[in-house]
Protein backbone atom coordinates (compact mmCIF):
# COMPACT_ATOMS: atom_id res chain seq x y z
CA UNK A 1 0.00 0.00 0.00
CA UNK A 2 1.85 3.17 -1.24
CA UNK A 3 -0.39 5.82 0.35
CA UNK A 4 0.71 9.43 -0.94
CA UNK A 5 3.20 9.15 -3.58
CA UNK A 6 4.73 13.05 -4.72
CA UNK A 7 7.24 13.44 -7.89
CA UNK A 8 9.66 14.33 -8.21
CA UNK A 9 11.24 14.15 -5.01
CA UNK A 10 14.37 16.73 -5.82
CA UNK A 11 13.93 19.85 -8.51
CA UNK A 12 16.28 22.92 -8.87
CA UNK A 13 14.88 25.43 -11.20
CA UNK A 14 15.72 29.03 -12.56
CA UNK A 15 13.42 31.95 -12.01
CA UNK A 16 11.11 31.89 -14.54
CA UNK A 17 11.14 28.25 -15.55
CA UNK A 18 7.55 26.42 -15.09
CA UNK A 19 6.86 22.51 -13.98
CA UNK A 20 4.52 20.41 -12.28
CA UNK A 21 4.05 18.73 -8.84
CA UNK A 22 2.63 15.38 -9.55
CA UNK A 23 0.69 14.06 -6.50
CA UNK A 24 -0.99 10.58 -6.18
CA UNK A 25 -2.94 8.59 -3.45
CA UNK A 26 -4.25 5.51 -3.59
CA UNK A 27 -6.82 4.97 -0.03
CA UNK A 28 -9.85 6.40 -1.81
CA UNK A 29 -10.03 9.50 -0.22
CA UNK A 30 -12.25 12.30 -1.28
CA UNK A 31 -10.16 15.30 0.02
CA UNK A 32 -6.27 16.50 -0.94
CA UNK A 33 -4.19 19.08 -0.30
CA UNK A 34 -0.71 20.88 -0.74
CA UNK A 35 1.68 22.45 1.57
CA UNK A 36 4.86 23.92 1.76
CA UNK A 37 7.34 23.81 4.52
CA UNK A 38 9.42 26.79 5.18
CA UNK A 39 12.17 26.84 8.10
CA UNK A 40 10.38 28.43 11.32
CA UNK A 41 6.94 28.55 9.19
CA UNK A 42 5.43 24.93 9.84
CA UNK A 43 3.30 24.30 6.80
CA UNK A 44 1.02 26.46 5.25
CA UNK A 45 -2.00 25.28 3.11
CA UNK A 46 -1.36 25.94 -0.63
CA UNK A 47 -4.38 24.89 -2.12
CA UNK A 48 -6.60 21.97 -1.25
CA UNK A 49 -9.71 19.96 -3.43
CA UNK A 50 -12.33 18.66 -0.59
CA UNK A 51 -13.71 16.42 -3.31
CA UNK A 52 -13.03 15.68 -7.17
CA UNK A 53 -13.85 18.58 -9.08
CA UNK A 54 -13.79 21.25 -6.86
CA UNK A 55 -10.57 23.14 -5.56
CA UNK A 56 -10.05 26.11 -3.07
CA UNK A 57 -7.56 28.31 -2.09
CA UNK A 58 -5.40 28.01 1.16
CA UNK A 59 -3.03 30.48 2.84
CA UNK A 60 -0.75 30.77 -0.28
CA UNK A 61 -2.00 30.11 -2.86
CA UNK A 62 -0.33 33.08 -5.02
CA UNK A 63 1.96 31.71 -7.96
CA UNK A 64 0.70 28.45 -8.11
CA UNK A 65 -1.88 26.34 -9.88
CA UNK A 66 -3.51 22.69 -8.90
CA UNK A 67 -5.85 20.40 -11.08
CA UNK A 68 -7.61 17.94 -9.90
CA UNK A 69 -6.97 14.70 -12.48
CA UNK A 70 -9.58 12.77 -10.68
CA UNK A 71 -10.40 11.53 -7.98
CA UNK A 72 -6.28 9.94 -7.02
CA UNK A 73 -3.94 12.75 -8.94
CA UNK A 74 -4.08 16.27 -7.45
CA UNK A 75 -1.13 18.52 -9.25
CA UNK A 76 0.48 21.54 -8.46
CA UNK A 77 1.38 23.97 -10.86
CA UNK A 78 4.16 27.08 -10.74
CA UNK A 79 4.14 28.82 -14.13
CA UNK A 80 6.56 31.35 -13.56
CA UNK A 81 9.34 29.87 -10.72
CA UNK A 82 10.48 32.60 -7.82
CA UNK A 83 13.43 32.11 -5.62
CA UNK A 84 10.37 32.23 -2.94
CA UNK A 85 8.97 29.39 -4.18
CA UNK A 86 11.80 26.88 -2.25
CA UNK A 87 10.99 25.41 -0.18
CA UNK A 88 9.68 21.25 0.52
CA UNK A 89 6.13 20.50 -1.15
CA UNK A 90 3.72 18.25 0.92
CA UNK A 91 0.96 16.88 -0.47
CA UNK A 92 -1.52 14.96 1.98
CA UNK A 93 -5.29 13.01 1.44
CA UNK A 94 -7.69 12.64 3.88
CA UNK A 95 -11.40 11.40 4.25
CA UNK A 96 -12.28 7.95 4.67
CA UNK A 97 -13.45 5.76 1.74
CA UNK A 98 -15.96 7.23 -0.33
CA UNK A 99 -16.44 10.07 2.49
CA UNK A 100 -15.49 13.04 3.57
CA UNK A 101 -14.76 13.36 7.44
CA UNK A 102 -13.70 16.61 9.34
CA UNK A 103 -12.15 14.56 11.60
CA UNK A 104 -10.12 12.34 9.56
CA UNK A 105 -6.23 12.71 10.06
CA UNK A 106 -4.09 13.65 6.97
CA UNK A 107 -1.45 11.33 5.22
CA UNK A 108 1.54 12.70 3.63
CA UNK A 109 3.77 11.76 1.09
CA UNK A 110 7.39 12.21 1.17
CA UNK A 111 7.88 15.37 0.20
CA UNK A 112 9.01 17.17 -3.31
CA UNK A 113 12.20 19.59 -2.01
CA UNK A 114 12.40 22.55 -4.94
CA UNK A 115 15.01 25.04 -5.43
CA UNK A 116 14.56 28.21 -7.34
CA UNK A 117 17.72 30.13 -8.76
CA UNK B 1 -10.31 31.87 11.93
CA UNK B 2 -8.30 28.59 13.44
CA UNK B 3 -4.84 28.84 14.46
CA UNK B 4 -2.44 27.10 16.38
CA UNK B 5 0.62 28.40 19.03
CA UNK B 6 3.09 26.10 19.72
CA UNK B 7 5.63 28.45 22.36
CA UNK B 8 8.56 26.02 22.61
CA UNK B 9 10.33 26.71 19.06
CA UNK B 10 13.44 23.53 20.47
CA UNK B 11 13.71 21.40 23.49
CA UNK B 12 15.84 19.36 24.54
CA UNK B 13 15.79 16.75 27.06
CA UNK B 14 18.07 13.56 28.06
CA UNK B 15 17.05 9.74 27.66
CA UNK B 16 14.67 8.52 29.61
CA UNK B 17 13.38 12.09 30.76
CA UNK B 18 9.59 12.92 30.56
CA UNK B 19 8.38 15.27 28.08
CA UNK B 20 5.82 17.77 27.39
CA UNK B 21 5.11 19.84 24.41
CA UNK B 22 2.78 22.66 24.73
CA UNK B 23 0.18 23.44 22.05
CA UNK B 24 -2.53 25.98 22.29
CA UNK B 25 -5.05 26.66 19.92
CA UNK B 26 -7.58 29.35 18.84
CA UNK B 27 -11.54 28.14 17.49
CA UNK B 28 -14.82 29.33 18.56
CA UNK B 29 -16.33 26.01 19.31
CA UNK B 30 -14.87 22.79 20.03
CA UNK B 31 -11.51 21.84 17.17
CA UNK B 32 -10.77 18.94 16.15
CA UNK B 33 -6.73 18.40 17.05
CA UNK B 34 -3.94 16.29 15.81
CA UNK B 35 -0.38 15.76 16.54
CA UNK B 36 2.27 14.78 14.08
CA UNK B 37 5.61 13.99 13.88
CA UNK B 38 8.28 14.80 11.23
CA UNK B 39 11.61 12.88 11.13
CA UNK B 40 14.33 14.44 9.31
CA UNK B 41 13.80 14.14 5.41
CA UNK B 42 10.46 12.23 5.72
CA UNK B 43 6.62 13.26 5.84
CA UNK B 44 4.84 13.76 8.99
CA UNK B 45 3.32 11.10 10.65
CA UNK B 46 0.03 11.19 12.60
CA UNK B 47 1.04 10.57 16.36
CA UNK B 48 -2.88 10.95 18.00
CA UNK B 49 -6.11 12.81 17.30
CA UNK B 50 -8.82 14.35 19.09
CA UNK B 51 -12.11 14.99 18.32
CA UNK B 52 -15.01 13.89 21.42
CA UNK B 53 -15.51 12.23 24.45
CA UNK B 54 -12.23 11.65 27.09
CA UNK B 55 -9.82 14.64 26.70
CA UNK B 56 -6.89 12.40 27.60
CA UNK B 57 -5.91 9.85 23.91
CA UNK B 58 -3.48 7.99 23.53
CA UNK B 59 -1.53 7.77 20.27
CA UNK B 60 1.40 5.46 18.54
CA UNK B 61 4.93 5.15 19.89
CA UNK B 62 3.72 5.92 23.77
CA UNK B 63 2.50 9.76 23.64
CA UNK B 64 -0.79 10.91 24.82
CA UNK B 65 -2.45 14.09 25.21
CA UNK B 66 -4.67 15.93 26.74
CA UNK B 67 -7.37 18.49 25.55
CA UNK B 68 -8.49 21.17 28.31
CA UNK B 69 -11.07 23.54 26.71
CA UNK B 70 -10.55 25.55 29.43
CA UNK B 71 -7.25 26.86 28.85
CA UNK B 72 -7.21 26.03 25.01
CA UNK B 73 -4.78 23.72 25.26
CA UNK B 74 -3.32 20.03 23.66
CA UNK B 75 -0.32 19.35 25.02
CA UNK B 76 1.30 16.26 24.10
CA UNK B 77 3.10 14.17 26.81
CA UNK B 78 5.42 10.77 26.77
CA UNK B 79 6.94 9.66 30.64
CA UNK B 80 9.97 8.55 29.27
CA UNK B 81 11.69 9.78 25.66
CA UNK B 82 13.64 7.63 24.01
CA UNK B 83 16.80 8.51 21.52
CA UNK B 84 14.50 7.80 18.28
CA UNK B 85 12.05 10.27 19.71
CA UNK B 86 14.45 12.57 18.39
CA UNK B 87 12.29 15.06 15.76
CA UNK B 88 9.98 17.74 14.89
CA UNK B 89 6.62 17.54 16.41
CA UNK B 90 3.29 19.77 14.67
CA UNK B 91 0.06 20.69 16.50
CA UNK B 92 -2.87 20.86 14.21
CA UNK B 93 -5.87 22.32 14.48
CA UNK B 94 -9.29 21.82 12.01
CA UNK B 95 -12.77 23.40 12.94
CA UNK B 96 -16.01 22.22 12.43
CA UNK B 97 -16.84 22.01 9.27
CA UNK B 98 -13.80 23.48 7.83
CA UNK B 99 -11.40 20.91 5.64
CA UNK B 100 -8.29 23.02 5.90
CA UNK B 101 -6.17 21.57 8.78
CA UNK B 102 -3.69 24.25 10.05
CA UNK B 103 -0.47 23.88 11.78
CA UNK B 104 1.69 25.21 14.16
CA UNK B 105 5.24 26.07 13.34
CA UNK B 106 6.28 23.08 15.49
CA UNK B 107 8.67 22.20 18.12
CA UNK B 108 12.20 20.77 17.44
CA UNK B 109 13.04 18.25 20.22
CA UNK B 110 16.58 16.82 20.50
CA UNK B 111 17.41 13.74 23.10
CA UNK B 112 20.71 14.07 24.76
CA UNK B 113 22.20 10.41 25.93
Known amino acids: NAGVTQTPKFQVLKTGQSMTLQCAQDMNHNSMYWYRQDPGMGLRLIYYSASEGTTDKGEVPNGYNVSRLNKREFSLRLESAAPSQTSVYFC????????????????FGNGTRLTVT | AQSVTQPDIHITVSEGASLELRCNYSYGATPYLFWYVQSPGQGLQLLLKYFSGDTLVQGIKGFEAEFKRSQSSFNLRKPSVHWSDAAEYFCAVRGGSNYKLTFGKGTLLTVNP
Open chain 1, 92 to 107: ASSGPQGTSSYNSPLH
